[in-house]
């Protein structure tokens, strides 16, 4: 009855290993969602190549893999996603329509000679849907919402249900003045918030700096006012800035966990499980 929430990449923008990135991990945009006996793979940065080389060791691969758009660091572990290859596998892509095939999005690096394996010559089977503002949708036992977000290119945010159970996933998208009402419909009473959280609220007023707005993402804050206002059970802080340590990170955490109470900063390999019974984390 409950679905499993995985992270594998949590970072925005670009990779960013090393020792100051190792405990949050550096990987980009890439969350796993087990509802039933459905795999649902949201966004394909560079967090995906992992999960790729688990999943091919269980045998033939079924996955929607649901693009929140197709800016590079959410795209770019596709390539190197083991199962891709495997004559086997049957994927299918999701993404806002936008004017551009998908397909020939993704081809564009898968091809030479910025790639040596062409995005046609792969084994596996895939197919693609391309789909509207507040289409609604079902990916193998889910039922999914999407919604148009606010981002630089056109970008969607997803609701996953699943018996009772949901999750939101909302990322690269830019806080307006007051909660986003688009946003807060979607995430209403959802028992999971995955969104946006990749500058402090003074770097994305350009206090000190240059400033971030109009960039198409957003701050703890706005995170927090838009858990409140959905009524959420669990706010995943998300898409961290690439330059922001751990330590920072965790200060981030600290912030929000004194506004609302059940938030926690996404780490690569955290679980959450869905279910009746709430959202509980484990390493």
Not at 135 to 151: D, I, L, P, S, W
Request: charged residues 20%; negative net charge; aromatic residues 8%.
């Amino acid at each position: 009855m409950s679905m499993k929430v995985r992270f594998w990449g949590v970072r925005g923008s670009v990779a960013s290993p090393g020792p100051e990135t190792a405990m949050v991990g550096g990987n980009t945009s890439c969350v796993e969602v087990v509802a039933g006996g459905s795999r649902i793979i949201l966004d394909a940065g560079t967090g995906i190549r992992r999960l790729g080389n688990e999943l091919i060791k269980q045998g033939p691969v079924d996955v929607t893999l649901l693009l929140s758009h197709v800016h590079w660091d959410h795209i770019q572990g596709l390539p190197f996603f083991a199962p891709l290859y495997a004559p086997g596998t049957r994927m299918h892509v999701v993404n806002g329509a936008n004017g551009a095939s998908t397909r020939d999005v993704l081809r564009r690096q898968m091809s030479a000679p910025v790639f040596p394996v062409d995005l046609n010559d792969v084994p596996s089977s895939m197919s693609y849907l391309e789909v509207r503002d507040r289409q609604r949708f079902v990916a193998g036992e889910a039922e999914v919402t999407a919604v148009r977000a606010n981002h630089p290119d056109q970008v969607y945010a997803y609701r996953i249900e699943h018996r009772g159970s949901s999750v939101v996933y909302a990322t690269d998208t830019e806080h307006y003045r007051c909660v986003d009402p688009r946003l807060a419909t979607l995430a209403r009473n959802a028992d999971v918030l995955i969104y946006d959280a990749q500058y402090l609220p003074n770097e994305y007023a350009g206090e000190g700096g240059q400033s971030r707005v109009g960039w198409g993402h957003s701050t703890w804050e706005a995170a927090v006012e838009l858990a409140r206002a959905a009524n959420v059970g669990r706010l995943v802080l998300f898409h961290h800035d690439p330059s922001r340590t751990d330590d920072g990170v965790m200060a981030i955490e600290a912030l929000a966990q004194g506004q609302f109470v059940d938030t926690v900063a996404a780490r690569e390999g955290m679980l959450l499980t869905v279910g009746a019974a709430g959202a509980a984390r484990a390493a």
